[in-house]
């Protein structure tokens, strides 16, 4: 049986892990203009959000924390950027990073080549109609008022250099991603299921857009952490400083 943490012990470890490692935190976020202040407050509101962060293994919340300084991500929880979420892999809490809907917008538009992306939701009596191939389409028209029941989301982006693609899921094709989550009947999929449709095809058409290593690099991590499988593998760590005590794990 996993040994019970009292939550106060809990969280002075979890402080003393992210605050001895602000000199890692500083490299990794040096090519994005974000301090490592800013982004352990975003932290520690996700941690306040979701207390079950605390109880979570030092090496996942670690791993977490940098994938998320790579790409000069918010985990807050607030600015849909990304989240910290807490995962039981066998009664032991692991944190893994997920990718919010703005969050694939800011590293979509970090490429240069993307000028702008967006999502929207078709409901039953809209006007919608699409067309892939050589003369693909999209046209929506949302009916103004009395909105049925959720037939699709899509997802369209324009091209700093003229031109737009898009993805369009049926409700059908969201639910089957729904369906392998670990998390498919609790957190964001019951409070938000709106936004994880939109987030879903956003991550499909983020796939075939231009992109940078670490978009490709988040992209994966988000996929692996949705579909149910580990996540922090191959999640690369900067050269670490000394870590003595409780927190030694992570240093390895």
């Known amino acids: 049986m996993p040994e019970i943490i009292p939550i106060d012990k809990a969280k002075a470890d979890f402080a003393a892990l992210l605050s001895s490692r602000k000199s890692d935190l500083a490299r990794a976020l040096s090519a994005v203009g974000v301090t490592p202040e800013r982004l352990l407050r975003a932290v520690f509101t996700a941690a306040t959000r979701q207390p079950d962060l605390y109880l979570c ?28 979420l807490p995962y039981n892999n066998k009664g032991v809490k692991e944190c893994q990073l997920q990718l919010g809907v703005e969050g694939m917008r800011v590293l979509a538009r970090r490429s240069g080549e993307v000028k702008a992306i967006g999502q929207q939701v078709v409901r039953e009596g809209d006007d919608f109609r699409f067309e892939y191939g050589t003369n693909k389409f999209l046209r929506h028209v949302p009916k103004p008022d009395n909105r049925g029941t959720i037939l699709a989301f899509y997802s369209v982006a324009e091209f700093t250099g003229g031109g737009t693609d898009f993805e369009v899921m049926w409700k059908g094709e969201v ?63 900067p050269v670490a400083v000394e870590v003595k005590g409780e927190n030694a794990e992570v240093a390895k």
């Open 57 to 84: 293994t030092p090496q996942s919340v670690y791993r977490s924390v940098m994938l998320a300084a790579s790409a000069g991500l918010m985990p807050d929880g607030i600015t849909g950027q990304a989240y910290l």
């Open 175 to 237: 639910d089957l991603v729904r369906s392998r989550s670990r998390a498919k009947d609790s957190g964001p999929w019951v409070t938000d299921y709106e936004e994880m449709g939109k987030k879903t095809v956003t991550r499909r058409l983020c796939k075939r857009l231009p992109k940078s290593e670490e978009m490709a690099r988040l992209l994966d991590a988000d996929a692996r952490s949705t579909d149910g499988m580990p996540q922090h593998d191959d999640v690369p760590i």
